[in-house]
């Protein structure tokens, strides 16, 4: 709906996971604006850069536009023996 209004939201994300993205980009803009919030500050540069990529990537995960593209790659995955569904 966002993408084909274009909605201001939907121009600043260039209609991709416009909803994930602007959750994403509000939760870390609070966290700079607030110290007290901040849950990532006890982590050295390199470690806080690795969370905060995959933060934003389970986050963008849950943009239904993706999902098939997820599903098909854990079905390739389990396909190819590299994931147990067993474990």
Same mark, same amino acid.
């Not at 909605?7 to 909803?19: E, G, H, Q, W």
């Given at each position: 709906f966002l993408a084909a209004t @274009? @909605? @201001?939201l939907a121009v600043t994300y260039n209609d991709v996971?416009? /909803?994930e993205n602007n959750s994403l *980009? /509000? *939760?870390y803009r609070a966290i700079a604006d607030d110290p007290r919030i901040?849950?990532?500050a006890h982590l050295p540069p390199d470690r #806080? #850069? *690795?969370v905060r990529?995959?933060?934003i990537a /389970?986050?963008?995960a849950t943009d239904p *536009?993706?999902?098939f593209t997820i599903a098909e790659s854990f079905r390739a995955k389990l396909d190819i023996g590299k994931l147990d569904p067993a474990a």
């Amino acid at each position: 709906f966002l993408a084909a209004t @274009s @909605s @201001s939201l939907a121009v600043t994300y260039n209609d991709v996971a416009i /909803l994930e993205n602007n959750s994403l *980009a /509000l *939760a870390y803009r609070a966290i700079a604006d607030d110290p007290r919030i901040d849950i990532f500050a006890h982590l050295p540069p390199d470690r #806080r #850069r *690795a969370v905060r990529k995959t933060v934003i990537a /389970l986050v963008r995960a849950t943009d239904p *536009a993706e999902y098939f593209t997820i599903a098909e790659s854990f079905r390739a995955k389990l396909d190819i023996g590299k994931l147990d569904p067993a474990a």
